[in-house]
């Protein structure tokens, strides 16, 4: 699209221009970054709270799954034959379609601290510490982690087969984590987050991205004195908010809390912004285009009257008062060529008539023909009136009975003079009177030297002294 600017040669133009596009631009733009930034808070905090949620949400879930882990030790425990190792192995046969969903896999402890694998790898969690075996003794669950040469926390549950004689052993049971953290085919983890799990020390239990000292060194500070709350950290891949609820399972299995945290990418929260960063400068040159092109219609709608109105005065200033300006823009402008257009008619006629009035002077003061001065008189009074017949009777001052008359239309060679002309008295007298004018019609009292002319067929006359 080719937009000719030609018109913007003039200071007024470029100042509507330049005002037309700041009015338009400027409130575009600023809507835009006003809207940006309200757009982006309201994603951070939607972010947020997202988050916060997602992450009591998901510490709720884990915790339940440990109980129902819980229940189906307890349901297990109650059910095994511990009279020998066969006879538990015969019990183990009927849960372990179940029970190899959850866990890795079951062991006995005896009182000598050996094992009996009923079924997977199960490694044994350590020693246990005094108050812990009371716990256990009391026929509760304990929770216990054990990390092993690649630094990888293995989870156990224990508890007694019968607390009414601890001396059957203990069922441990390594948790499948996998399991516990919902991360299965029917994954419960939320999308596009991703999962940390800390001890109260701070030790990395299970997480799924790596992490940097930005992590520690942001959530330190927030972990240290609330059991919920949010943090930003550096990862290698990007920026993450993160939420994190601490997860109580103290009173139940006697293990400090766990420390949940998930964290979102910031490029993943704000990729409609992203977006909307890609197409802003697209829609921002669209507007600009647009406001430019508005602006050049709008303003060229203005000036181009102007510019007529400005070629018609230099016209007129160059005496051509024949020309008109023509405007059909319906408004104030179309008003304004009206008037410019009837003062140049006015100035016209004006002009004309101070000219013929010179001419007529330079006529008088030139020649020393009566007959001449007259000729030119009539043909140039045309230019003042459009008559249809006009004659000029000039009084002899000596004998004011012989007037002399000069009749014409208005063309060069049709003025004549008629000699047979009688004017009374009392009109001359009429004349001296009446300095201006006097106007008067066939069937009124006409003058005696009008006659003739009014059996030609005229109706009405003016009589100039």
């Not at 133009?13 to 400027?26: K, Q």
């Not at 992450?55 to 030790?73: D, H, V, Y």
């Not at 019968?162 to 499948?176: S, T």
């Not at 008559?387 to 000039?394: C, E, M, N, R, W």
Request: charged share 25%; hydrophobic share 45%; net charge neutral.
């Amino acid at each position: 699209m080719s937009i000719e600017l030609a018109f913007l040669k003039s200071k007024v133009a470029r100042r509507i221009f330049i005002l037309f596009i700041f009015c338009a631009l400027v409130p575009i733009v600023a809507l835009a970054a006003i809207s940006f930034s309200q757009v982006t808070d309201q994603l951070y905090e939607q972010s947020w709270k997202r988050l916060r949620e997602s992450t009591k949400a998901m510490g709720m879930s884990i915790f339940e799954r440990l109980t129902f882990l819980e229940n189906e030790l307890k349901v297990f425990t109650s059910n095994l034959d511990t009279g020998s190792k066969a006879s538990m192995l015969r019990t183990t046969e009927g849960h372990i379609e179940r029970l190899k969903k959850r866990f890795r896999g079951l062991v006995v402890i005896d009182d000598a601290g050996k094992g009996i694998p009923l079924f997977g790898s199960a490694a044994h969690p350590g020693e246990v510490s005094g108050d812990e075996v009371q716990y256990l003794v009391s026929g509760k669950t304990l929770l216990a982690t054990q990390p092993d040469e690649d630094n990888h926390i293995h989870i156990y549950l224990m508890r007694v087969v019968d607390p009414q004689e601890p001396k059957k052993g203990v069922l441990c049971g390594e948790v499948n984590s996998m399991y516990l953290w919902g991360i299965t085919e029917q994954s419960t983890l939320p999308a596009m987050t991703e999962l940390c799990v800390l001890d109260r020390s701070g030790n990395v239990i299970y997480t799924t991205i790596p992490l940097t000292p930005s992590f520690s060194k942001s959530s330190e500070p927030r972990m240290k004195f609330s059991a919920s709350g949010r943090f930003e950290w550096k990862a290698e891949d990007g920026e993450y908010l993160a939420g994190f609820w601490d997860i109580f399972l103290k009173p139940q299995f006697l293990y400090p809390n766990w420390r949940l945290v998930l964290s979102e990418s910031k490029e993943r929260i704000f990729a409609p912004m992203a977006y909307f960063k890609k197409i802003f400068p697209l829609i921002v040159l669209l507007s600009l285009w647009v406001v430019l092109l508005l602006s050049v219609i709008q303003i060229r709608k203005t000036m181009d009257p102007l510019e007529k109105l400005k070629d018609g005065t230099r016209q007129i200033a160059m005496r051509e008062f024949d020309s008109r300006v023509k405007v059909k823009s319906g408004d104030e402008f179309e008003e304004l060529a009206a008037s410019f257009n009837d003062m140049a008619r006015q100035l016209g006629r004006q002009f004309n008539a101070l000219t013929t009035m010179a001419e007529i002077d330079r006529a008088v003061l030139s020649a020393l023909d009566t007959e001449k001065i007259v000729t030119t008189a009539i043909v140039r009074l045309r230019e003042f009136f459009k008559y249809d017949f006009v004659g000029v009777t000039l009084l002899n001052s000596r004998s004011e009975n012989s007037p002399r008359m000069y009749v014409g239309t208005g063309n060069q060679d049709d003025v004549r003079a008629v000699d047979d002309v009688e004017i009374m008295p009392d009109e001359v007298e009429a004349f001296k009177v009446e300095r201006e004018l006097i106007v008067t019609n066939v069937g009124e009292a006409l003058p005696y030297h009008l006659l003739p002319f009014a059996k030609g067929g005229l109706t009405t006359f003016v009589l100039l002294p």
